[in-house]
């Protein structure tokens, strides 16, 4: 009832929100994104937002952010051309490393495709260790961090290869 109840007041007043996606540091835009993602309705409105602030967001750990909410958001609300919509980011090799990883685990939670030859690949070549250090404090993978293993690799490893992850069942996207 809580969780219901905290979704139903970001849906109430997301133009609160929606608002500081357009604020100056760069901290708050990640969070507002964040909590855009939990909101119970308004979803199309929300999104609207999300792709305009995606389409003029400067900073790489935020790009990342509005990535992660767009999928979220479109997973909760059943967005059709959401899977359609991150596999274009996750495979256009002209989209930053952040974005297109970003949009790579939305597309894993989005499709229920086999996992592409070509979006294995772009992992491996994508994800560096300063990939880690700036997606990391994400607040969508801290919430996934396990056992001192940072969330990104956590996430991929239990996207990309479950049978071998060694802790608990992957748990539902977002």
Known sequence: WVIRAARDAIAADAHIPIALLDDPDPQVREMAAYVLAAASDRAREIATALH??????????????????????????????????????????????EVRVSAA??????????????????????????????????????????????GLSHTLWQMLDPDTWPGPAPEPCF
Do not use: K, N
């Open 52 to 97: 305009a602030r995606l389409d003029v967001e400067q900073d790489a750990r935020v790009r990342a952010g509005l990535v992660l909410a767009i999928a979220q958001l479109a997973r909760e609300h059943r967005h059709e051309d959401a899977a359609a919509f991150t596999h274009a980011l996750w495979s256009d090799t002209t989209r930053t490393p």
């Open 105 to 150: 685990l939305g597309w894993l939670c989005l499709a229920d495709d086999p996992v592409p030859d070509t979006l294995r690949t772009m992992i491996e070549e994508t994800v560096t260790p300063e990939l880690h250090r700036l997606l990391s404090p994400t607040p969508w993978l801290t919430q996934v961090d396990y056992m001192g293993a940072d």
